[in-house]
């Protein structure tokens, strides 16, 4: 049981050869089909009972760009999207945006906070025009050889941010800089939620193993919201930072353990996507079975 998940995409160059009429052609083309796979995927995971899907940065070529400003992507695709929330709503699936790596509010590059400004803008646009309550996570960034004044400047940018952006955002634990403890302590002050990745959290822990009483302190941060982790297992033990293809059970098996009495749910990031998440479903069910 799979399904074809290659988001069509663009480079740059071959954007800028093209005149107005044809950048708004291709654009278009581009946009339309990958809206129209986003709806197949929302149709997989229902009749798959699969509850969550992070639709891709990329749904949508350049669409904060310079190069492609003549692209009025809010007026023509604000249909499509309206009809991809209902489906999600219809369907009862969850949605959400992961922001890329060049999403960086707490950077030292003003023109870098401003594109960041743009990229969040542009992906809480698309889901207010879905109309759902979806969410956009972030990471916290660089620290520019002084972590503390990075964590400030994170705080600050972020009260610079669109009202409607700030209520979407949910900080998550980096796997070389930023870890639980100090997302948590950043989510608690800024009154976001924080969700929770145990793969990152295997190799970036200064401190003590996580508790049931940290991860209740961790899921306080969505107050009246489900809590979500993410989950992944490490690609090979020379490299403990890459997504393997599939959830290996045991990755998640100690998180189990402490984390019975909670309702949460999973987001899944392993590169087989919607094989990975039905194998990891199947494991679960013969674990508990037995």
């Known amino acids: 049981m799979t399904l074809k998940t ?10 800028e050869k093209l005149s107005t009429y044809e950048k708004v052609e291709k654009l278009n083309s581009i946009g ?11 149709k997989f995971n229902y009749e ?7 639709i891709p940065t990329n749904l949508l070529p350049f669409p904060t760009h310079p190069s492609a400003m003549e692209w009025n992507w809010r007026e023509i ?6 009809h991809t929330g209902k489906l999600a709503k219809d369907f009862g699936i969850k949605i959400s945006f992961h922001a890329d790596e060049y999403t960086i509010i707490n950077s030292t590059n003003e023109t870098v906070f401003q594109n960041s400004v743009q990229t969040l803008s542009y992906l809480s646009d698309v889901l207010d025009f879905m109309g759902v309550k979806g969410r956009i996570v972030i990471h916290i960034g660089g620290v520019y050889g002084d972590k ?5 400047r994170f705080k600050s940018n972020f009260n610079k941010l669109p ?3 700030r209520e979407k955002l949910i900080a998550e634990n980096d796997d070389k800089q930023y870890d639980w403890k100090d997302v948590l302590e950043i989510s608690k002050e800024l009154c976001i939620p924080m969700v929770l990745d145990i793969h990152h959290y295997k190799v970036n822990n200064l401190h003590d193993p996580l508790t049931t009483k940290d991860v209740k302190e961790i899921f306080s941060t969505w107050k009246d919201e489900k809590p979500k982790i993410h989950l992944s297992s490490p690609q090979n033990k020379k490299d403990l930072r890459a997504h393997a293809e599939y959830i290996n059970i045991e990755d998640f098996l100690w998180f189990l353990n402490i984390t019975k009495i909670f309702d949460y749910d999973i987001m899944l990031e392993a590169k087989a ?3 990975a998440a039905l194998k990891f479903r199947e494991d679960l069910k013969y674990l508990i079975k037995t």
């Open 77 to 82: 695709f604000k249909p499509c999207f309206e």
């Open 273 to 275: 996507k919607e094989l």
């Open 163 to 165: 009202k409607s952006v």
């Open 6 to 15: 290659i988001f069509r995409d663009l480079t740059l160059k071959t954007l």
């Open 48 to 54: 798959n009972k699969i509850g969550l899907y992070r």
């Open 148 to 152: 503390n004044n990075s964590i400030k």
């Open 32 to 42: 339309l089909i990958n809206t129209c796979l986003v709806d197949k995927i929302l």
